[in-house]
């Protein structure tokens, strides 16, 4: 498995500090709101395992999966709900824990649906944001590093639905997706 990586963009003690930064800031932001964090299965499902521990305010969170990639590596613009939340997000301050922010056309598809249930409020972390990607204007108010163009596997993002278990952000060979 670690023969498909090129290189490692974040080593797991960076990704701790990076996840601990935005642990603190969101529970000063949150401190006294009504927090809920919504998680983008799979691909955040790391990142939220770690985040949330970083957070030392009350919580809750909620699940969600969507599917725009299928198995390959482009974004198909088509986005499926493949499982809805369970909380109604009425006086909810929710904040949506993804794990990268590509083209943004998946994020701004959830936003949009998210902010029309009527949440209190609504704002957007990401782990990894790709800028130079962007199709839509999406923008998120926590960030934990901005990356380049490449394909990147690791600490839940995958290729193929495989690599999610490497226990750091890795830059995926172009030979093993025929790039
Ligand atoms: P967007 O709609 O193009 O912003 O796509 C966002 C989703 O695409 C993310 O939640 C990931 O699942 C996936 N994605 C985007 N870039 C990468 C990457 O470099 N590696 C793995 N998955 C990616
Ligand atoms: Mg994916």
């Avoid at 199709?135 to 990147?152: H, N, R, S, W």
């Avoid at 999610?164 to 060979?173: A, D, E, M, Q, T």
Wanted: proline share 4%.
């Amino acid at each position: 498995m670690r023969n498909d990586v090129k290189e490692i963009l974040l080593s797991e003690e960076q990704l701790a500090e990076i996840v601990h930064k935005i642990g603190a800031q969101i529970s000063e932001d949150y401190r006294g709101k009504n927090l809920l964090l919504v998680s983008v299965l799979k691909g955040s499902v790391v990142f939220m395992a770690d985040l949330m521990r970083a957070i030392d305010i009350p919580c809750r969170v909620d699940f969600m999966s969507v599917s725009s990639y299928g198995s390959g590596v482009k974004t198909s613009g088509v986005v499926k709900i493949v499982k809805d939340l369970d909380i109604p997000l009425a006086g909810y301050d929710v904040l949506v824990v993804e794990d990268i922010l590509d083209s943004g056309m998946t994020l701004s598809y959830i936003l949009e649906l998210l902010r029309s249930r009527g949440p209190r409020s609504i704002r957007l972390c990401a782990l990894l944001d790709k800028p130079e990607r962007r199709k839509v204007p999406v923008q998120a108010d926590y960030v934990g590093a901005t990356v380049p163009d490449e394909f990147l596997i690791g600490y839940g993002l995958d290729y193929d639905e495989k690599y999610r278990n490497l226990p750091f952000v890795g830059i995926l060979k172009p030979e093993v997706y025929g790039g």
